[in-house]
């Protein structure tokens, strides 16, 4: 078996018994029958609304990727922007730390002729931001501290500033790849070094030549920032909007059930709290440490017996939904792909 190929297994095995673990905590020692009578009274046009947000999601990175790849110069039609959200999303979904996501974008782009080092920049822009957006939010938060959401959030504060911090170092090294990228190179480079001397490469060659790949595919990035700050800002505000359409998921939860006394800036507001936690953490899509952090936040809100119900349809909306509409995609878009290039080499001929 190519180690390739066990990865993937690996990978698929990792998630499996990840939901299942999720699935006994949040459900050992409940009444199924009760969750599953609260879930048939809430109103299908919200869910609807909640699917409707989750495209929306999607489809605003995709317009992210079709301002940026314009301002390169590339010249993509939008649908295939939409094609690399959707593969994006999937690999993102179901790998540790949404891991997996970009580097598999960057396949679908190379297949479509889309020069890496612009499909680097494009992505390294994209990552910084969307990680940005949380970490302003989180300070936002824990720095002004409002009573109205410390009293839900206090009970999983430390978790909050685990991920605050996750997020911080994960912006710093792509910072540092970015605009000092010979410094994380140097480190790197050691790092291969010790390795190596630990336990010895087969091939030492190809690793320093990947590496030395990976640092130049990054050398223009810097420029685009230095000579782009409006393009930045806009990106920035596009992804404040997309995130936040992703947290109403949750508010229109809430009022699937009829339920009132709590308004939407607060719901939201919790979400996006949990997802500053749980993004970081080396878990597909957070996977059970998003769905214990709901209970612990949302139960006073919900309620006891629609907690579970409200975390069942919103985490369903937000994570679930997101990842079956991305793997649908996902295996749509290697078809599109395929028959452009088939296309290209028949035109050749």
Not at 26 to 55: E, H, M, W
Not at 147 to 166: A, F, K, R, W
Request: charged share 15%.
């Amino acid at each position: 078996m190519k180690k390739k190929d066990l990865k993937k297994y690996l990978n698929a095995l990792f998630l499996i018994v990840v939901f299942i673990v999720t699935l006994w905590a949040v459900f050992r020692g409940k009444d199924l029958g009760q969750i599953v009578s609260f879930l048939i009274t809430a109103n299908p046009i919200y869910v609807i609304l909640g699917i409707a947000c989750v495209l929306m999601f999607i489809f605003g990175e995709a317009v992210i990727i079709y301002y940026l790849m314009h301002t390169l110069g590339i010249k993509v039609k939008l649908y295939r922007c939409c094609l690399y959200s959707f593969i994006g999303f999937f690999y993102s979904c179901i790998t540790p730390s949404a891991s997996g996501g970009q580097p598999m974008q960057v396949i679908a782009m190379r297949k479509d002729k889309i020069p890496v080092a612009v499909s680097t920049v494009v992505l390294a822009i994209i990552a910084i931001t969307y990680k940005l957006v949380l970490v302003l939010i989180g300070a936002v938060v824990m720095i002004v501290r409002p009573s109205h959401l410390m009293t839900y959030i206090e009970p999983v504060e430390g978790i909050i500033y685990l991920g605050m911090v996750l997020n911080v170092i994960c912006i710093a090294a792509l910072l540092l790849l970015v605009f000092r990228h010979n410094i994380l190179k140097s480190i790197s480079f050691k790092v291969l070094m010790l390795i190596n001397r630990i336990r010895p490469f087969k091939n030492l060659q190809k690793h320093t030549e990947r590496l030395e790949r990976v640092f130049s595919q990054y050398e223009g990035a810097a420029d685009f920032y230095k000579t782009h700050k409006s393009v930045m800002v806009n990106v920035l505000m596009i992804t404040l909007v997309q995130r936040f359409v992703l947290f109403f998921v949750t508010y229109l939860t809430y009022i699937a059930f009829n339920l009132s006394g709590h308004g939407m800036p607060l719901i939201v507001s919790l979400q996006a709290m949990i997802s500053v936690a749980a993004d970081m953490l080396p878990l597909p899509g957070g996977m059970g440490v998003s769905e214990t952090m709901f209970v612990d936040i949302f139960k006073p809100i919900f309620g006891e017996e629609l907690v579970i119900p409200g975390m069942v349809i919103s985490r369903g909306l937000s994570y679930y939904t997101q990842l079956l509409i991305s793997a649908i995609m996902t295996v749509v878009s290697s078809f599109i792909i395929k028959e452009k290039k088939i296309e290209e080499k028949a035109e050749e001929v």
